[in-house]
């Protein structure tokens, strides 16, 4: 995600738990652009949007 992400702020992070499992969900800024970020606990991002 560090790679992928370079440069953003996380303004938002929260853990969710669905029926697959936890999913932690992040709100990223980067130059007024504002991204949301769902990422498995293996580190796969899951959606961008």
């Known amino acids: ?3 992928e992400f370079a440069g953003y702020k996380i303004e938002e992070s929260e853990i969710s738990e669905t ?20 990422v498995s606990p293996d580190g796969k991002v899951l959606k961008k949007k």
Not at 21 to 31: A, H, I, P
């Open 19 to 38: 029926a697959e499992g936890s999913v932690y969900e992040f709100e990223l800024e980067k130059d007024k652009v504002k991204m949301e970020v769902a």
């Open 1 to 3: 995600m560090d790679t």
